[in-house]
């Protein structure tokens, strides 16, 4: 099946600093990828719908500065958490879908931020 | 997006069969009937999607009432390995359709 890679898997970082996360999609390109946050023992909860070439679409409470994407190309989108503070430790997932099929979402393995 | 309702949690013996319920009663006839399952710190990992007819793939079935409003999952012989937490989710066909989690069922698989 089709493989979503998620880098890095954890990352620790010091509260002010930004900090990167990568999605790829590995054996297929995807026009449209998702970002999720999830917080322990939550469901997850859609951030922003990430769009190859033109801007992100950010869902409703969601700070298109603080977290910024980038898809530049049809297998890599990139989340940036910018300024991080303790409150935007959590669990990020992202999911991609194949272009120009309709089927099943793929999912990353996700990058569990914790900000000190 | 419509949204969907599942009983918060599960039990089941190992080796037996586990159905799992959900209600969408508000779904739309362009939105599929998607099952996700996450164990513990991953992702989420595809089980089933279906439109209006009954599924079945390698993992589990799918049955979906003649109008739509509900859906059963079908572990046929649940393992250890099942317990985790079961995502229904509704999706809008095309491509960009988004996939929005409710809370899901956790199901406790038990020797």
């Known amino acids: 099946g089709a493989v979503v890679s998620q880098h890095p898997s954890w990352v620790i970082c010091k509260s002010g600093t930004s900090v990167k996360i990568e999605c790829r999609s590995l054996?297929?390109?995807?026009?449209?990828m998702f970002w999720y946050r999830q917080f322990p023992k939550q469901s997850l909860m859609l951030m922003a719908t990430s769009n190859e070439g033109s801007k992100a679409t950010y869902e409703q409470g969601v700070e298109k500065d603080k977290f910024l994407i980038n898809h530049a190309s049809l297998t890599l989108s990139t989340l940036t958490v910018t300024s991080a503070h303790p409150e935007d430790s959590s669990f990020y997932i992202c999911?991609?879908?194949?272009?120009?099929?309709?089927?099943?979402?793929?999912f990353g393995s996700g990058t569990q931020l914790s900000v000190l | 997006d419509a949204k969907t309702t599942q009983p918060p949690s599960m039990d089941c013996a190992e080796g037996r069969a586990a159905n799992l319920p959900c209600n969408h009663s508000t779904i739309s006839g362009n939105e599929y009937v998607y099952w996700y399952r996450q164990i513990h710190s991953q992702g989420p990992q595809y089980i089933i999607h279906?439109?209006?007819n009954n599924e079945t793939n390698e993992m589990a079935s799918l049955i979906i009432t003649e109008d739509r409003k509900s859906s059963t999952l079908i572990l046929p012989h649940a393992t250890l390995r099942d317990t985790a937490v079961y995502y229904c989710i509704v999706r809008v066909r095309g491509n960009t359709g988004k996939l929005i989690f409710g809370q899901g069922t956790t199901l406790q698989v038990k020797p």
């Open positions: 279906g439109l209006k």
């Open positions: 054996d297929f390109q995807a026009t449209t």
């Open positions: 999911s991609a879908t194949r272009t120009g099929r309709n089927e099943k979402l793929f």
